[in-house]
Each structure stands twice: as structure tokens, then as C-alpha cells.
């Protein structure tokens, strides 16, 4: 069988959750989404219309991107794949820290991750470049078991993940995470092509 030579690609951000809502920073905790963003995310899936049908949901084991991808199933022949190394960015010992409480102890530090999420890594936790090769290499690995010469695939993760997928998607050199995260929940559709899979491997490889 011939192999993919291009990839239609659904990313859906999952909604907020309690920690979201109080301004604590979210990475790899696993948390529920509260109502708010469970109707955002049901709202973003029932206005999805995609072009071609879905044949396959990549997700984490994650409680919020295991909800969202069962609700995208609209027929029996969707199948989801959990993906472990599809979780959300780690974010060390700032997890679960107040951002008012982050800044008042660390502004400096603080100020520039708000400014640029690349510059700056939470203690004991993962940098922005790791969390973008990790993300980008596990969903070329996992989409190239795809069949078919075009396959359509739903991609569900939480969002940070989801920034930094989108601005790969999006061919973006600095990835300005915060104003994307400010954007209402939708499903968004991008066409990868095979050579830009090819770029991106070559890149990884001359750069390991």
C-alpha cells in the first residue's frame, strides 16, 4: 500500500478546568474540565463540519482529552488512539502556583515567560523546545501508521500542547502561546504535506 503523501489534521484545544479558572499554572496535573469548558468544548465539536470524514483521534490519557475525543466520534468507524506523549507540557515546581503569587516571588522570571514561554523553563520542568520535539515527533510517528493516500485525523490535546502543535501547524518561528490561548475553542483544520515532514525530520536530525 502506498504511504500518505499528505495528512489532513483536526486540533481541537480542550476547555478550561478549576485550575484554569483560579489562574493556577496547569502542565501535567490531570484535571477534569469544569462546566464551562466542557460547553465550550461540545459547543466547538457540534460546529465542526470537516471536509473529509474522520478515520482516526489521536489523545492522551488525559481525563479532559479522553472526554473530547469520545465526543468527536460521530460514526462507529472513528477510532481513538491514546497516546501517552501526547500530555500537556510539565511545568516542574510552578505547578499549581497562583500566577499572582509566581509573580509577586519570582517577577523577573515570570515576566519573561509571559513575555516568551521559550526563554524561560520552570524549574524542573520542560522547556518549550523539548516539549515541541516530543509533541511534533509523536504525532508524526503515530499518523504515519495512517492509512489510506490522505487520511483525516482529529488531534485532541490540552492547551499548551495545543499551542505549540498549532504553531508548528502554523509554520511559526516564535509561538506566542498566550493570545492563542485566548482564542474561543474551535476545531481547526491544517493540510501537512509529507515534505513537511520531511523538513522537520531532517532539521531534528542535524540538529540531534
Not at 50 to 55: A, K, L, Q, V
Not at 91 to 100: D, H, R
Request: hydrophobic letters at 40%.
Amino acid at each position: 500500500m502506498a504511504k500518505p503523501i499528505g495528512y489532513t489534521l483536526h486540533l481541537l484545544c480542550v476547555g478550561e478546568t478549576t485550575w484554569d479558572a483560579d489562574s493556577r499554572i496547569i502542565g501535567h496535573t490531570d484535571l477534569p474540565m469544569t462546566e464551562t469548558g466542557s460547553n465550550a468544548v461540545a459547543d466547538a465539536i457540534r460546529a465542526f463540519k470537516p471536509g473529509h470524514p474522520i478515520s482516526l483521534i489521536l489523545s492522551s490519557s488525559e481525563e479532559s482529552s479522553q472526554w473530547s475525543a469520545n465526543l468527536m466520534i460521530s460514526s462507529p468507524e472513528i477510532k481513538i488512539r491514546t497516546v501517552e506523549n501526547l500530555s500537556n507540557a510539565s511545568m516542574g515546581l510552578w505547578e499549581g502556583e497562583l500566577e499572582s503569587i509566581l509573580e509577586e516571588r519570582c517577577p523577573t522570571a515570570y515576566n519573561q515567560w509571559k513575555d516568551n514561554p521559550a526563554r524561560i523553563t520552570p524549574p524542573e520542568g520542560e522547556s518549550f523546545y523539548d516539549a515541541q520535539d516530543r509533541l511534533v515527533s509523536t504525532i508524526i510517528k503515530a499518523i504515519s501508521k495512517a492509512k489510506g493516500s490522505h487520511p483525516s485525523i482529529a488531534i485532541v490535546l490540552r492547551p499548551w500542547a495545543w499551542a505549540i502543535v498549532r504553531c508548528w501547524l502554523n509554520e511559526q518561528k516564535i509561538c506566542d502561546i498566550w493570545s492563542q490561548l485566548e482564542d474561543p475553542l474551535q476545531v481547526e483544520t491544517f493540510e501537512l504535506m509529507k515534505s513537511q515532514i520531511d523538513s522537520y525530520q531532517s532539521r531534528a536530525k542535524a540538529s540531534a
